[in-house]
Antibody, heavy 121, light 113 residues
């Protein structure tokens, strides 16, 4: 069965960096685009970034553009989110989410359990 | 960018009664090339990730009870729970995947009256 397991969350000071990981199993990882979606405490869902199946195409939400970098290692079946210059408003649960396409927008058919990032001094 | 607007923000429905959630998009989500509406619905229970309920506006995901029905086309969509059960208490989100960036509605919290 499809499993997505995020890790790397924690408490970090404003301006610092953090790298999240999402380990995938149960499907052919390099066939599908992958996304990060976040949810601030008590708030709704906000899409963060997408990467194509082979890693060559990437797109970011305006709130993270220039600060966050999405990447993947298909040999390790792992998705990453490198987060730099973190701000208090980046505090959220970060979910990785799979789509059924290689790159085009699609519905999210599987989600991980999420990892909490808290940006605080 | 496409903006998604859900209503109401919350609603309380008696067990066994109907719950209706609305979702409006700022642009049409209907692709004339395949005649599909690029709209999905998710259910999120407390402490859990979102769970896919409906895609292509009206196709139920495998395992989703048939009391959940998605309808609508173009810019106006509806999720209907025909007979609310206790396990349906959750927040429901619509999501457009017609274009990048994808976008979610603000969510509708469904409670028992």
């Amino acid at each position: 069965q499809v499993q997505l397991v995020e890790s790397g969350g924690g408490v970090v000071q404003p301006g610092r960096s953090l790298r999240l990981s999402c380990a995938a199993s149960g499907f052919i990882f390099n066939n599908y685009g992958m996304n990060w979606v976040r949810q601030a405490p008590g708030k709704g869902l906000e899409w963060v970034a997408v990467i194509s199946h082979e890693g060559s195409n990437k797109y970011y939400g305006d709130s993270v553009k220039g600060r966050f970098t999405i990447s993947r290692d298909n040999s390790k079946k792992t998705l990453y989110l490198e987060m730099n210059s973190l701000r208090a408003e980046d505090t959220a649960v970060y979910y990785c989410a799979k789509v059924l396409s290689k790159w085009e927008p699609h519905y999210f058919d599987y989600w991980g359990q999420g990892t909490l990032v808290t940006v605080s001094s | 960018d496409i903006v998604m607007t859900q209503s109401p923000d919350s609603l309380a429905v008696s067990l066994g009664e109907r719950a209706t959630i609305n979702c409006k998009s700022s642009q049409s989500l209907l692709d004339s090339s395949d005649n599909k509406n690029y709209l999905a619905w998710y259910q999120q229970k407390p402490g859990q990730p979102p769970n896919l309920l409906i895609y292509w506006a009206s196709t139920r995901e495998s395992g989703v009870p048939d009391r959940f029905t998605g309808s609508g086309s173009g810019t106006h969509f509806t999720l209907t729970i025909s007979s609310l059960q206790a396990e349906d208490v959750a927040v429901y989100y619509c999501h457009q995947y017609y274009s990048t960036p994808p976008a979610f509605g603000g969510g509708t919290k469904v409670e028992i009256k």
